[in-house]
């Protein structure tokens, strides 16, 4: 089956992300037309979970910016402030969607334990991505606020911590629904094609 990664690169082939040999391989079976009608169904069910996805492997920089607009309207409507719900939504999405793979797993969110099997990865909690320390998201966040509106890093860990691993933890949530939805539409078209194939 066609993955999530290449579904997202087949949309702008041009993307650093994109493998040009995978276009030939397992994808001949699936249309550009019939790529952009499960884009489009997936950005219709799953906005945010796409804009991420969208973001993530195609580098989108609309996509980053509807996430951070969505997150800081978020944030304000439950009565945060507008500057740290903006630096919060900003960060987020930067770790969300710009950092490099774990070094541990190497993207994939788990690893092989002798005795174990795979689990998932300890150093990143099992998102694939590098996962900043406290001490960093307080600096990121400091540097995405204006100047005066800073606060002390246990200010941050004690008033704000929870709050932008909350947005975080919406981010990959939604991500991995919409990679989801994307997979079982992909499933469908590609069993219809076999049974084509077949017939």
Known sequence: MMSIQLLYSRQVPRTI???????????????????????GQVQHKHPIGNAVLDAQIAMDESAKALLQDALMRSLISQGYDEFISQAL???????????????????????????????????CHGVGSFVPSGRELHRMVLQALPLGKGFSRDTFKRKWYDIYMGTVDTLHTEA?????YAKDILRKIESENEYREVG
Request: a negative charge; hydrophobic letters at 45%; aromatic letters at 2%.
């Open 176 to 180: 991995g629904d919409a990679a989801a």
């Open 89 to 123: 939504a900003t960060v987020a999405v930067i770790e969300v969607c710009d950092s490099p793979a774990c070094s541990r797993c190497k993207g994939t969110g788990l690893f092989m334990k002798a005795g174990q099997g795979m689990i998932e990865c300890s150093k």
């Open 17 to 39: 992300n994109c493998d040009p040999a995978m276009l030939t391989r397992s994808a001949n079976a699936i249309t550009k037309e019939e790529i952009l009608a499960i884009l």
